[in-house]
């Protein structure tokens, strides 16, 4: 194994220990590396802390280390960079970027806002730091019911960008929001058939859910919530089996944690009528690899840069989230 990652890294240099070498570049550079639950097994097992989007951003905040190494996609690094300006932020491919961030450029979402301005705007974590920059308060899918219950009630919410989980938060929060209409890719495309169809064959599987999933597929849910949130119900649940509808990179530590217990991927439609599991993977998440981890740590690069003005305009809504507890 070690020696298959060594005779890939290349770059002019012979590795045969890549693992060894991130060991000791991780002691030399003083870096810590933090890593979302949607990375590839080999990766999370090299985290000096693995979590969601919201307690990756905590760690970032509380990170005592020169160089944070951030496994996981733009947004996440960058909000790392907006809570430490002073530190090193690098992420292994600086093109893992996120469709849901993209489904919201800048300039569109100002003029939404600008067109609503008695409205306070909750913005997803999954956004640009310009998206940040226009919102009063950010949100993951862990504290996004807590956030919206912090706005007072005869304040109107924009919420954006993603409309399935802001169509989830209006159902449980009872507030109405007016929703930006972005998605994400890998969670557009599960498939309420083949669930169902799967549920047949599996009758005791509990249905997971990330509330970025669409509303057919989370009324087939046993529980829905954040990435930490599934991982903990599949390790308390009596279920023995688990259907999982979110990037399967959670698997890895929902096996870790209930070894005993069966976890199958949630299928999408699948473009030949076949059920697709490959589908759920996270294409921006896969394209950070050990190798380039080891590279990254190394050459400290591609290195997060924010010009300042952006940064302390996208800090606010971030500390506002982070000081709600
Ligand atoms: P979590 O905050 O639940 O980890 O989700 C992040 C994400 O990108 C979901 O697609
Ligand atoms: Fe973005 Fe979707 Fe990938 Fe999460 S799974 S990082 S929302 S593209």
């Known amino acids: ?22 060991e000791r570049l991780r002691r030399e550079q003083n870096a ?27 760690k970032a905040e509380a990170a005592e280390a020169d ?3 951030f496994c996981g996609v733009h947004f996440m690094a960058e909000t790392a960079k907006i809570l430490n300006p002073s530190k090193t932020v690098v992420l292994p491919d600086l093109d893992a970027g996120c469709s ?3 489904s919201c450029p800048p300039e569109e979402f100002r003029r939404f806002v600008e067109a609503r301005p008695d409205h306070r705007v909750v913005s997803y974590v999954n956004t640009s730091a310009a998206v ?30 993603d409309k399935h989980l802001g169509r989830y938060l209006v159902e449980q929060t009872g507030r109405e929001m ?4 972005g998605t994400c890719m890998v969670h557009v495309l599960f498939s309420e058939r083949k669930i169902r169809e799967l549920k047949l064959r599996h009758p005791d599987a509990e249905v997971l859910a990330h509330p970025e999933c669409e509303q057919r597929v989370l009324a087939l849910a046993d529980h829905v919530g954040s990435t930490t949130s599934l991982i903990n119900r599949a390790a308390e649940s009596p279920a ?14 929902m096996q870790r944690l209930a070894p005993e217990k069966t976890f199958m991927r949630a299928p999408g439609e699948g473009s030949s009528g076949g059920a697709c599991e490959a589908c759920s993977e996270c294409p921006h998440m896969r394209l950070n690899t050990v190798e380039k981890l080891y590279l990254c740590l190394r050459d400290l690069s591609p290195e997060i840069q924010l010009d300042e003005e952006t940064r302390l305009a996208a800090l606010a809504p971030i500390q506002r989230m982070l000081e709600l507890g």
């Open 178 to 181: 007016t929703l930006w209409p």
């Open 132 to 161: 940040k920059a226009l919102s009063d308060v950010i949100c993951t899918s862990s504290n996004a019911k807590d956030v919206i219950a912090s706005i007072p009630e005869d304040t109107p919410i924009i919420f954006g960008p």
């Open 240 to 253: 023995p089996e688990f259907i999982v509808a979110t990037e399967p990179g959670v698997i890895h530590q």
């Open 32 to 58: 810590v590396i933090l890593a979302h639950y949607y990375q590839e097994p080999e990766i999370q097992d090299l985290a000096d802390h693995i979590g969601d989007s919201l307690a990756l951003a905590r």
């Open 67 to 69: 160089v944070i190494v």
């Open 100 to 102: 849901l961030a993209d």
């Open 1 to 22: 194994m070690i020696g298959a990652l060594g005779s890939r890294v290349g770059q002019g240099e012979a590795v045969t220990d890549v693992y060894g070498e991130i």
